[in-house]
């Protein structure tokens, strides 16, 4: 069977860290489905107006379940960066750059950011929000059929 090809044969397709993204699967999957369209977007409380990122299926603030698709902007600035230049994780070759990133005052978040050098980077860049495809991994769909889904997942880069 198919899978992750850094991982065949070695581990687990537990180690997988992307999650699954068909909406078989995941409450959240218009979060990517969005992310495919070039949109960062995340969830916002019709009842209460509480905005979460990541996105929620339940309000944290009022449990309400009413919740709606907002865009959130796919440009920041750089607070600090972390860069980490040996021993990262398996998947990612060094250096591997992270980011606390403030989203024009609207969300601020730690994220990876890739086609960066070490040293490169610093507080006040400017940065954009990159949808990236994932390696896609089978899951079991209906009826015990066999499917792979395209995934992506979102990233910094540097303006
Ligand atoms: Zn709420």
Redesign the pocket.
């Known amino acids: 069977m198919k899978g992750i090809s850094i991982l065949e044969g070695k581990y687990a397709m537990s180690m997988d860290m992307y999650p699954l993204q068909d909406k078989s699967f995941n409450r959240i999957h218009p979060f990517y489905d969005n992310l495919k369209e070039g949109r960062f977007t995340t969830t916002k409380?019709?009842?209460?107006?509480?905005r979460s990122f990541p996105p929620r299926v339940l309000?944290?603030?009022?449990?309400?379940e009413?919740m709606e698709w907002v865009d959130l902007p796919m440009e920041g600035t750089v607070l600090c960066v972390s860069e980490q230049l040996a021993g990262v994780p398996l998947g990612f070759t060094p250096p591997l750059i992270m980011a606390h990133v403030d989203l024009d005052g609207e969300l601020s978040y730690l994220g990876r950011v890739q086609n960066c050098q070490a040293g490169e980077l610093k507080a006040g860049d400017r940065v954009k929000v990159v949808a990236i495809p994932i390696e896609s991994i089978p899951a079991e769909g209906k009826k015990g059929a066999i499917i792979e889904m395209e995934r992506v997942f979102y990233v910094f880069e540097k303006i």
């Open positions: 409380c019709k009842d209460c107006g509480t309000c944290p603030e009022c449990l309400s009413e």
